[in-house]
């Protein structure tokens, strides 16, 4: 059993849509490096038993990242548990890369999107960059390679993330030298629970297509983080590290 595993690194992450998949993962990663994780969710029920499972260094907070007040209220909350917020991992979203067509696209559904997956990233960041500055914390967004690639009636998603790393940037102009900002980018991440894994498993083709012969996993994304808010990446900011096997560097031909 290793220091940290006993004592702990006295640092905090926030780390927003952790109920779940990626978020999950790097909660997970992050508690096992011995940081003290704050799990933030909408999803009030699911929240708490993951917290609980994850042990003594997690903890749960219900949150609407799109609501100014409640990011608010929030990061008043970890800094009156904790006293201090060492690193923010902003992946909370709407993730739905195959969304509705153009035609049939409602506003409310653009709009609570980029509500979600752009101007909550702005909100964390806005409220957490105090106690962020006074630890020489980092901030990552975790943004995604369809920023740069689309599939059809992806519009909102991808504006979504397109903008994100744009915010990602800007933020880390704005924040540094005293907080670092970067964005990683995933491409195909099985982040499925393992019950959903098991009924439907991945084929060889999905495997095989990807320059490294398999799809992601969320400890690939969760090791990236992990080094991004670490010391070892100190002369890293505004950047995006793109982790999709190798997949936005393929060039494809239909036969």
């Not at 042990?55 to 749960?60: K, M, V, Y």
């Not at 007040?69 to 993730?95: C, F, K, M, P, T």
């Not at 559904?109 to 980029?114: G, H, I, P, Q, S």
């Not at 439907?200 to 990236?224: K, S, Y």
Request: charged share 20%; proline share 4%.
């Amino acid at each position: 059993m290793s220091t940290a595993d006993i004592f702990g690194n006295g640092r905090v992450a926030l780390v927003t849509g952790a109920a779940r998949g990626i978020g999950l993962g790097v909660g997970a990663w992050l508690i096992a490096e011995g940081w003290q994780v704050v799990l933030a969710d909408i999803d009030r029920e699911r929240g708490p038993k993951v917290a609980e499972a994850l042990g003594e260094r997690a903890s749960f907070i219900a949150l609407d990242v799109a609501s100014e007040v409640q990011v608010a209220a929030a990061i008043a909350e970890v800094i009156g548990h904790y006293g201090r917020l060492d690193a923010l991992v902003s992946n909370a979203a709407i993730a739905r890369p195959h969304g509705t067509p153009l035609e049939s696209l409602a506003l409310n559904e653009w709009t609570r999107t980029l509500a979600v997956n752009l101007t909550g990233p702005m909100l964390l960041a806005k409220h957490c960059a105090p106690y962020l500055r006074a630890h020489n914390g980092s901030i990552v967004n975790i943004a995604s390679t369809r920023a740069h690639q689309s599939e059809p009636h992806s519009e909102a998603y991808a504006a979504s993330k397109g903008g994100l790393l744009s915010l990602t940037h800007a933020l880390a102009s704005s924040l540094g030298p005293e907080i670092r900002v970067n964005a990683v980018s995933p491409g195909w991440i099985d982040a499925r629970d393992l019950r959903e894994r098991n009924a439907e498993p991945l084929t060889e083709l999905d495997h095989d297509q990807h320059l490294v012969g398999r799809v992601g996993t969320v400890e690939d994304i969760a090791a990236a983080v992990s080094w991004l808010i670490g010391d070892s990446s100190g002369f890293v900011t505004g950047q995006e590290l793109v982790i999709d096997g190798g997949m936005t560097r393929k060039m494809i031909y239909l036969d």
